[in-house]
């Protein structure tokens, strides 16, 4: 849009006085044409048709008589024809016409004429000198009033017509007779006398025009002498027409305005005018005066005006100095006071921009130096360069980076800092900035120092144009990007290791799912743990796979609050279905990341926890069990924590409840001091330390007699078993109670029976006899207590086995699962293989190639299926002798490696969980005949207690498994480089019940069983030294043949080894 | 085309004539000098006195070409305005009106309509840069002449021998007594002599000359009493009008039967009007043929009659084709051509009855006709 000139405030204010002025001058034109011109014209008409009735009044009345003459002489020649006269036939008629003649100047000449239009009689006006007489006889029919007078017999008046006697302008007036007519002539020179009146008002145009339009009467005679025509008047003819109207008229060369009448009687036309100039003189004036006064108004006006704008201009000019003092930077600068409110104002507003301008420019100044800090100091780096290549700026980052060292990059062409590679794609985003694309450049360009150095900078470039719009300057800034690529690799391949470590966990599940519960990835092992594949699970929600519809609404809730709140949730126990309908136990945490389109993506890590949990379960059963043996067991039996010298009682079982009358509730938790129910109570503390003395020193006292309280206060002679146990815990301290009172009593009665023998020996030997017989049966009641509680001993250890047996069959399972489903892997797809073979075939496609990529695929299939289905079979035959060699105690002959490795096998989910690396060195060709089962078991409870308390707590265990032939047979070996056993627990190491994890798993009889099955079944020893290098070595030395009488019940021997105690076989090493 | 101006408008609005008479008032003021000026044309004729119905005839209808000529926007846009000049049929009445013309910037002028003028007149325009173009000057004296003097008409010698011709032929008459009025000499002697010489060629005889001038005491009688005394069978009358009637009503009085013969000079309506039944029966010599049915001399005729209440006598028809001459030469005026080279370039006019056709001398041929006087009104005879 093209911008107005703008113009000065001199010029405006001139222009605005000016408008109004014009303005005022418009309004009086206006009030002037139609006010004040129409009342002067309608004045101006007024005094015209005053005018106009009065002259016309005048002229009737001028004529009156001319008229009223020749009426008279009308009558009297009409009587005199009456009375028989003829005319002009009579002097004396002559007289009368002569006498009216001379007496009258009212007219020029007076006819007399006969119906045949001749002369009768004339009297013409003295001033006339034609012979009168010559005139009579004359034919007057060629004038025109004659005529029409003779035709209308009424009183006619002529038009203007030369005089048929003098040949001059005349009027006349005809008055028929009966017989003849009378007519009268008036010359023009009267009517003309007439109409230059002085009585008329001065330059007043008077006109009289007969019918034709030729001047009757006129100021000038002279123009009705020449029978001046006027009809070609518009005014003339309508005054002809009777309209007394009001026109201009030109006459003489002159213009008239005026108006007009019309004699009716004469049919003659009267006009009425006044010269324009008087008639205008009025409007002239008030015109003349109006341009005047415009005329004044206008240069006072602009006169004033300028003097107005001038002032006005002067003071806006001083603000403007002051303006543009402060436009040059000069904030200083002061404004002159001016007695202008606004001008006061603008003044202000000035020097209240000025300081803001100035303080801006502060600011300015202080961004434009923190910006070139920034610059400066920033590690980005920015270059400017010209169209043509050359650097015109580089920051010292640039110049630290791209240049040779201490050396700028300005006047670099940055063309030579692009690698080679990359300079097709710069030079060609430089040519379409010319070509006037306006994008930016936003790349990664490698640039090349001088010394060789790459780096990769991530450019972003803006163009800045001149006023044709060809780039001028390039703008670049840029990040060396190097290091922070090579860093995202290694992220990248962080996570491709990490996608590989989440694909290839064969027993951690993950998956993935939406916020809907959908699942959007799982790995391989959740695959194998669910058995659905990763592409059918797709999209689906846990419900169709795994979930019953209950936990899968408590999973999405789980969702939502993980959602919501941020934290994970888990580790949680879930029941899971398979896909082949087993329940399946698993451990999950579920988390949330954030997901590529904002929304949460929602982790879960499983842990198949059912072989821990169905092991828990055992465990747990295992010490209800022994809860209930312990309860059951017929003997006395209280379990007491030391703590320092004083003990407190952790169970106790109901015969020990029975037997001495306290409730469980009563005694558990409560200090040994504050009962009186422990052996050498009543002995004293010295007694008691004495007791605990021999206790640390021989861990078990099989038979401790002690005075016990009963609650009802009765007291009774036990005779116990009483020992120390070693635990994690603490000691233990574990005594029976044993009622010998009634033994006692015995020995007491037998001893006083003796004394009373002695007297009897006096008094007689018969009753001795008696009281032997006493004795026995009390002795064969004793011992058979003693055997009824071994008998329990050896069911617990049977059970405890039974327990092993368990967990082997589990840990098959668990084994067999791999092979069985790489299998069936394997054979379905195989089978997708030769459906698709089929399908290709049936299409015709077939082509050489597909041929033997299906031999091949099928070779490498029925390979891995055969292979795995092989090793499956191997490990069921392998379990099914582990199981019957554990469950029947069959003796045969068998190859000792093979035993182990089943063994090792059968432990390898534990081991796997466990984390701790198996070695198993057992040369081929070692054949035993002894019992596999048995050796299983021993060489199971090694391995597991080597995991369960040599390396507790670790998870990088090494566990060597070994085998030796010696003079004697075989010595297996089993070691771990845990933390060994200590010096203390040595001896208590095979004592049944010894263990330092009671109450948390360990029964404290594998050790006792292993022992014993070792010393028993297998006919060998067993022992163990802590390694020099850490960790434990138990040592098995087996006979190639196993002692025979195998029909005695290992857990038999074991019982009776534990209660055999420290005469039992074993061998503790150094 | 209408010859008559348009009657204005009356019916405007008020509102609108108020404005239109301050823009009138407002231009008048302003840009009245930037108005194109009038083009004169000059009339000169005896306006007033007894021959002043010749003039007053020719000055109406220079007039009613002007007004035609300027209600079709003038002549390259300027008005034309006649100037009319009353030479009063006196010597030295025409040299004031001369003089007035002259006053006025005319050029060419309309007359003079009697040959004792232009006798007095064409010297002073041969004196001056007027043109003077006369619609009914006869005279033998001008004839032939390289002067400023052009007529649409030709000499009296043409008319005076035709009418010999016809009188001497047809009529049979062969001694004719005349009557003269010395007052136009230049006409009268002219005429006379050249019909006296064919007169006589044809074996008629002049038998008796009165001669006369103008007077106010003037007996006609007493002159148709000397022209009757040596019997003629004819009285010719070289007359105006007004005295031609004037006098043929003494000789009917005295000698009803002898027959009158007028010159052109008397053929005007005033004739008739004066004469009234004593003027029935004369032969009156005419320049234009009263039956005439040419479209253009009905149209003038028409107009004539519109404008002035009137019918156009031969001295408005003359008149009025030396009006359409005038006009048409200063239209065709070349810048700075002296008139009467314009005239003798174009040479040839349209005119109401018959063409304009100047000789080199600026004369004319106008045929003329032979006319009796039946029931007021003049009939052409064969």
């Not at chain 1, 409110?341 to 100044?365: F, K, P, Q, V």
């Not at chain 1, 969702?559 to 451990?587: C, H, S, Y």
């Not at chain 1, 092993?804 to 067999?816: I, K, T």
């Not at chain 1, 989910?909 to 690396?917: E, L, N, Q, V, Y």
Request: charged share 25%.
């Amino acid at each position: 849009m093209r911008k107005a000139k703008p113009r000065s405030l001199q010029h405006l204010l001139i222009r605005q006085f000016l408008l109004i002025a014009g303005l005022a001058v418009l309004i009086m034109t206006v009030l002037l044409v139609q006010w004040r011109l129409p009342v002067a014209r309608q004045q101006t008409q007024a005094e015209l048709a005053r005018v106009a009735d009065l002259a016309l009044t005048q002229l009737e009345r001028s004529l009156d008589n001319a008229e009223a003459l020749t009426l008279a002489l009308a009558q009297v020649v009409q009587g005199r024809l009456f009375m028989g006269r003829s005319l002009g036939a009579e002097g004396d008629f002559d007289q009368l016409m002569a006498q009216l003649v001379s007496s009258a100047t009212l007219f020029d000449a007076l006819y007399l004429v006969d119906d045949e239009f001749k002369i009768r009689a004339v009297s013409l006006a003295s001033h006339i000198a034609t012979p009168r007489t010559e005139l009579l006889g004359n034919d007057l029919a060629g004038v025109e009033v004659l005529r029409r007078a003779r035709q209308s017999w009424g009183m006619q008046w002529s038009d203007q017509f030369l005089s048929p006697t003098q040949g001059v302008p005349v009027v006349a007036v005809v008055v028929p007779l009966l017989g003849g007519m009378v007519m009268l002539e008036l010359s023009v020179e009267r009517l003309a006398g007439f109409a230059s009146d002085p009585a008329l008002r001065d330059r007043l145009l008077l006109l009289v025009v007969d019918r034709r339009g030729e001047l009757v009467a006129a100021p000038q005679l002279e123009m009705v002498r020449q029978r001046a025509n006027v009809a070609d008047q518009s005014l003339v003819r309508a005054a002809l027409q009777g309209q007394p109207v009001f026109g201009d008229l030109t006459y003489g060369g002159e213009s008239f305005s005026g108006t007009v009448r019309r004699s009716q009687r004469l049919g003659w036309g009267l006009v009425v005018a006044y010269p324009q100039a008087v008639v205008q003189a009025p409007i002239r004036a008030a015109v003349a005066i109006s341009l005047v006064t415009l005329g004044l108004a206008l240069i006072g006006g602009v006169a004033l005006a300028v003097v107005m704008a001038r002032r006005v201009d002067r003071r806006v000019g001083e603000t403007l100095a002051y303006a543009a003092a402060i436009a040059e930077g000069d904030y200083q600068a002061r404004a002159q006071p001016s007695d202008l409110r606004e001008i006061e104002r603008i003044n202000e507003s000035l020097g209240a921009m000025a300081s803001t301008i100035a303080s801006r420019e502060r600011d300015l100044a202080s961004q434009e130096y923190q910006f070139r800090q920034l610059v400066e100091n920033t590690a980005d780096l920015v270059i400017y360069f010209d169209a043509t290549g050359t650097i015109t700026y580089s920051n010292p980052s640039a110049d630290r980076i791209l240049a040779a060292p201490g050396q700028s990059l300005v006047g670099v062409d940055v063309f030579a800092l692009v690698v080679a590679d990359e300079l097709d794609k710069v030079r060609q985003w430089v040519v379409r900035s010319e070509g006037g694309d306006r994008s930016s450049y936003r790349d990664d360009t490698t640039m090349c120092t001088p010394d060789g150095h790459r780096h990769l900078v991530a450019w972003s470039a803006t163009v800045e144009r001149d006023a044709q719009g060809r780039p001028s300057l390039f703008r670049c800034i840029g990040q060396d990007v190097t290091q922070q690529r090579a860093a995202q690799e290694a992220l990248r391949r962080s996570e491709a290791r990490m996608r590989a470590i989440i694909d290839c966990s064969p027993t951690l599940s993950i998956q993935w799912y939406d916020r809907h519960g959908r699942v959007v990835d799982w790995n391989p092992a959740t695959e194998v743990l669910v058995g659905w594949s990763r592409e059918e699970a797709m999209g689906r929600t846990l419900d169709e796979l795994v979930y019953t519809t209950r936990q899968q609404q408590d999973f999405v809730g789980w969702l939502a609050q993980i959602e919501q709140t941020g934290q994970p949730v888990g580790p949680l126990e879930t029941e899971i279905r398979t896909r082949d309908g087993r329940t399946v136990t698993v451990l999950s945490t579920t988390f949330a990341l954030p997901g590529d389109g904002g929304a949460p993506l929602f982790v879960s890590m499983d842990v198949d926890i059912t072989d821990r949990k169905r092991a828990e379960a055992e465990l747990r059963a295992s010490e209800k069990r022994f809860q209930i043996m312990f309860d059951a067991n017929p003997v006395a039996l209280a379990v007491l924590r030391r703590e320092g010298d004083d003990f407190i009682y952790l169970d106790v079982n109901q015969s020990w409840v029975h037997q001495l009358g306290y409730s469980r509730e009563q005694v558990v938790g409560k200090r040994r001091s504050q009962r009186t129910v422990l052996a050498g109570e009543d002995h004293g503390d010295v007694a008691w330390r004495k007791l605990l003395a021999q206790l640390d020193h021989e861990r078990m006292i099989l038979h401790t007699e002690s005075l016990l309280r009963r609650a009802d206060g009765s007291t009774f002679i036990s005779d116990g078993m009483i020992g120390l146990i070693d635990t994690e815990d603490g000691q233990l301290l574990m005594y029976s109670v044993h009622d010998v009172s009634d033994m006692r009593r015995m020995q007491v009665d037998l001893e006083r029976l003796n004394a009373e023998l002695e007297d009897r020996i006096v008094q007689g030997t018969a009753s001795l006899t008696q009281a032997n017989a006493d004795l026995a049966q009390a002795l064969r009641t004793l011992e058979l207590a003693q055997e009824r509680m071994l008998a329990q001993q050896d069911r617990l250890v049977q059970s405890e086995k039974l327990a092993s047996l368990g967990s082997l069959v589990a840990g098959v399972a668990h084994e067999l699962n791999t092979p069985i489903g790489n299998g069936l892997m394997a054979v379905s797809t195989l089978q997708d293989r030769v459906r698709a073979f089929e399908k290709k075939l049936g299409e015709g496609g077939l082509r050489r190639s597909d041929l033997e990529d299906f031999l091949r695929q099928a070779g490498t299939g029925c390979e891995i299926a055969a292979r795995n289905i092989d090793r499956a079979s191997h490990l069921i035959s392998s379990f099914k002798q582990v199981a019957v060699d554990q469950t029947s105690d069959q003796r045969r002959s068998f190859e000792l490696k093979e035993v182990v490795d089943e063994i090792l096998l059968t432990l390898q989910p534990a081991i796997k969980r466990s984390g701790h690396h198996v070695v198993c060195d057992v040369p081929l060709g070692l054949m035993l005949d002894s019992y596999p089962g048995a050796l299983g078991q021993v060489l199971t409870n090694l391995v597991q207690n080597a995991i369960v308390h040599g390396l507790e707590g670790r998870n990088d265990g090494r566990i060597e498994v070994s085998a030796e032939v010696t003079e004697s047979g075989v010595e297996l070996r089993v070691a771990d480089n845990g933390r060994g056993i200590p010096e203390a627990v040595h001896r208590q190491v095979f004592d049944p019940f010894f263990t330092t994890k009671l109450g948390h798993g360990g029964s404290g009889l594998g050790l006792p069983i292993v022992r014993n099955i070792v010393t028993g079944a297998l006919g060998g020893d067993i022992g163990f030294h802590n390694r020099p290098e850490g960790g434990v070595l138990f040592f098995v030395k087996l006979p190639r043949q196993a002692p025979s009488a195998p029909a005695a019940a290992p857990a038999g021997d074991a019982g009776r080894s534990a209660g055999n105690g420290a005469g039992a076989r074993a061998v503790v090493e150094g | 085309m209408d010859p008559i101006r348009t009657p204005r408008q009356r019916a405007l609005p008020a509102t609108v004539r108020r404005w239109r008479m301050a823009a009138l008032l407002l231009s008048s003021l302003l840009l009245g000098a930037c108005d194109k000026p009038p083009l004169p044309l000059g009339f000169v004729g005896g306006l007033t006195g007894r021959a002043a119905d010749l003039a007053t005839s020719g000055r109406d209808a220079v007039l009613l070409a002007v007004e035609q000529v300027n209600a079709a926007g003038g002549i390259g846009g300027r008005p034309v305005t006649l100037v009319a000049a009353d030479d009063q049929h006196d010597p030295l009445a025409a040299r004031d009106a001369f003089q007035t013309l002259r006053t006025a910037q005319v050029e060419l002028t309309i007359g003079p309509m009697t040959s004792a003028m232009a006798m007095e007149l064409v010297p002073l325009a041969n004196q001056s840069s007027m043109v003077l173009l006369s619609p009914t000057v006869t005279t033998s004296a001008l004839t032939g002449l390289d002067d400023r003097f052009f007529r649409v008409i030709a000499s009296t010698r043409e008319y005076a021998i035709k009418s010999a011709a016809y009188h001497a032929g047809k009529s049979g008459l062969r001694r004719v007594a005349v009557v003269l009025d010395e007052g136009n000499a230049a006409f009268t002697e002219r005429w006379l002599t050249d019909f006296e010489a064919e007169f006589a060629r044809l074996g008629g005889t002049l038998v008796h000359r009165e001669s006369y001038r103008f007077h106010a005491d003037i007996s006609f009688a007493r002159l148709a009493e000397r022209a009757l005394q040596p019997a003629p069978d004819g009285v010719l009358v070289l007359a105006s009008a007004a005295d031609a009637a004037l006098l043929t009503q003494q000789l009917r009085k005295l000698a009803p039967a002898v027959p009158v013969l007028a010159s052109e000079w008397a053929a005007t309506d005033q004739f008739v009007a004066m004469g009234g039944a004593a003027v029935e029966g004369v032969y009156v010599a005419q320049f234009m043929d009263w039956q005439s049915e040419a479209p253009r001399y009905l149209d003038f005729q028409a107009a004539f009659q519109q404008r002035y209440g009137r019918p156009a006598g031969f001295a408005a028809v003359a008149a009025y084709d030396a009006a359409l001459v005038a006009l048409e030469a200063l239209r065709q005026r070349r810048a700075g051509e002296d008139l009467k080279d314009t005239l003798l370039r174009l040479r040839r006019f349209e005119g109401l009855q018959q063409p304009v056709e100047f000789d080199p001398s600026g004369d004319a041929q106008r045929e003329t006709h032979i006319t009796v006087v039946r029931g007021g009104r003049y009939l052409v005879q064969p």
